[in-house]
């Protein structure tokens, strides 16, 4: 599954953006490509999984829709969790001046690619 040229492209795309991974639903990554060191993104990636899953979980107890997308927003950065599948995720971590709107387009944009490939 060609996962990094999407996931490159993505980086290209959100000229702010610092690393994009896909990662099983263990935290696993699949793929990354980043501008940062390759532990790092990987270590993102499994942590947002573990956020991603608490919520899903949380939003499942409550009988509420399905979760389509996580903007964490600190005073560095901003990082995006969007599910793929029920499987997969895909991570997009960014300088926090990011224009938020750009990110989430080019990072939905992707998934639906990553679907694709998926399926």
Known sequence: MPFK?????????????????????????????????????RVIGAH???????????LGR????QLQEVVITTDQSRTLVMPVTDEYFLVLTADREVILGRALFE?????????DEIA
């Open 5 to 41: 040229p999407l996931l490159q492209n993505l980086l290209e795309r959100v000229p702010e953006s610092s690393g994009a991974i896909i990662a099983d639903w263990e935290g696993e990554a699949v793929a990354h490509v980043s501008r940062m060191d390759d532990f790092e993104i």
């Open 48 to 58: 947002k999984g573990i956020i991603l899953s608490n919520l899903r979980l949380m």
């Open 107 to 115: 990072a939905r944009r992707c998934v639906v690619f990553l679907k």
């Open 62 to 65: 409550l009988n509420w829709d």
